[in-house]
């Protein structure tokens, strides 16, 4: 039994040391006699793993003293939902940042609990561009202005942040999280959902500024206040043990690694390999995203012949690769290229395109 190359876009291939450490754990973690999952939450072992974690996270993303971490569940989604019954008062307004199918969803579900307004959106381009920051009509009253820095279908990403004046930013990182170094102090809130870089799906992490923390409550319950779980190490009730435990092995990966500017400098490598193969196609492989926001976590492309697609995506699939086939919004491929993809999979990916290339050209 060998292991795939995997390049799902999410949950996604997790760093193989992770995958067996926690294997190794899985009986018997540190000495209690039960794996992680079978241990109380409130118990000292676990309450232990939980706040390891969160200092690992802390130290590895610099995060300053006035912010918050919070393990949550729900998925990205819910908080699509919940950041504005959290953020602003009723009635109130944000401004969203349209890139792409995920922060198209993310302004919808806002809509139900405040007036969401698009202040950019590159829609018009089939997302394929990001809307110039000179053009964006953002709102000095607005209670946050959200956005999404990598747009995980397209492959679409931020390279800088964009800087919106005195207004909170917040960020879904859900696919770009840990990618490479952050600095976190220019956002009021982050949020990943856990299944991409960080650790099994059910989990979502966020990191909050204390003063976005103290706006006064909205008539909500309490379990979907963030200021109750903040006050509740999050856990209002019982957090995604597991979830957590595994993302606390992968911080220490991580750490292990070389830190975050490892990550960055292997990622702006990997992805580097995948553009330079699909440039150098002659046009068998197009990737038609905007130069300058390509996405260093999500590379798609697309064949010159769609007839093709099924072809490769059997041959890549019998040569051991899973997970290149691209979101049903845009068809193509996607190579998700994130942290636990180790370069020998991204070189085995390349040849492996260049080959068929040559095979089928
Ligand atoms: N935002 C982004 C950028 C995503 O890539 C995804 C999908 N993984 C989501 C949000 C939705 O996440 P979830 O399925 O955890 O709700």
Not at 106 to 116: C, G, R, T
Not at 269 to 287: C, E, L, P, Q, T
Not at 332 to 342: E, I, T
């Amino acid at each position: 039994m060998s292991r795939a190359w995997n390049f799902s876009a999410g949950p996604a291939a997790l760093p193989e040391a992770v995958l067996k450490r926690a294997q190794a754990e899985m009986l018997d973690w540190n000495g209690t006699g039960a794996s992680v999952m079978e241990l109380s939450h409130r118990g000292k072992p676990f309450m232990q793993l939980a706040a390891a974690a969160e200092q690992r996270l802390r130290q590895l993303l610099a995060i300053p003293s006035n912010y918050k971490v919070l393990f949550l569940q729900g998925g990205a989604t819910q908080h699509f939902a919940q950041i504005p019954m959290n953020l602003a008062p009723e009635g109130g307004s944000a401004d969203y940042i349209v890139t792409g199918v995920f922060s198209k969803k993310a302004v919808s579900e806002a809509a139900f609990h405040v007036d969401a307004r698009v202040a950019a959106t590159s829609e018009a381009t089939d997302f394929l561009t990001l809307p110039p920051r000179a053009g964006w009509q953002l709102n000095p009253e607005a209670s946050y202005v959200h956005y999404t820095p990598n747009e995980t279908i397209r492959g679409l990403e931020f390279h800088e942040i964009p800087d919106v004046g005195e207004v909170p930013l917040v960020a879904d990182m859900s696919s770009n999280i840990l990618g490479a170094p952050l600095d976190v102090s220019r956002f009021g809130l982050i949020y990943a959902g856990a299944q991409k870089n960080i650790g099994p799906s059910g989990l979502v992490l966020m990191i909050v500024r204390d003063d976005l923390l103290a706006r006064p409550p909205r008539s909500i319950a309490r379990i979907l206040r963030y200021a109750e779980q903040a006050a509740n190490d999050s856990m209002l009730n019982t957090p995604n043990t597991w979830g957590w435990y595994v993302a606390g092995l992968t911080f220490e990966w991580i750490e292990g690694q070389g830190g975050l500017a490892a990550m960055g400098e292997r990622n702006a490598r990997k992805s580097a390999m995948v553009y330079d193969a699909i440039d150098g196609s002659d046009g068998f492989y197009r990737n038609d995203v905007e130069r300058a926001a390509r996405s260093r976590m999500n590379v798609s492309f697309v064949l010159h012949d769609s007839a093709l697609d099924s072809v490769f995506l059997a041959e890549s699939e019998a040569a051991g690769f899973i997970g290149l086939k691209g979101h049903k919004a845009v068809g193509g491929m996607r190579a998700s290229l994130y942290n636990a993809v180790s370069q020998p999979a991204v070189e085995a990916l390349v040849q492996f395109m260049r080959d068929f290339a040559a095979r089928h050209g």
